[in-house]
């Protein structure tokens, strides 16, 4: 038994090392919007938020995943992104 729980351990640490990866590039591509971004409107009054929520709906249904769980993560993810692009643009515009 334990080492089938260590086996799928390491499966869950390449995946980590997928996501992390992933994360660390998903916070460049926000670090180069929020160049063109001018006001907190344009970061919080976004309806992109809805428009990428529901694509990660649809692609955790098309992949047989738990939905309501991976949109939590997301909405989790969009907030710390969103409060770093309203710290970024309280000090460049200070």
Do not use: F, P, W
């Amino acid at each position: 038994m334990k080492e089938e729980i260590e086996k799928v351990r390491a499966e869950i640490d390449k995946i980590d090392n997928v996501i992390v990866e992933s994360l660390v590039k998903r916070i460049d591509c926000v670090l180069k919007i929020v160049e063109y971004k001018t006001s907190e409107e344009e970061v919080i009054g976004c309806d992109r938020v809805k428009i990428v929520l529901d694509k990660v709906r649809n692609k955790a249904v098309q992949a047989g995943g738990h939905e309501e769980l991976i949109v939590e993560i997301y909405k989790n993810i969009i907030k710390v992104i969103t409060d770093m692009q309203l710290e970024i643009l309280r000090k460049r515009n200070n």
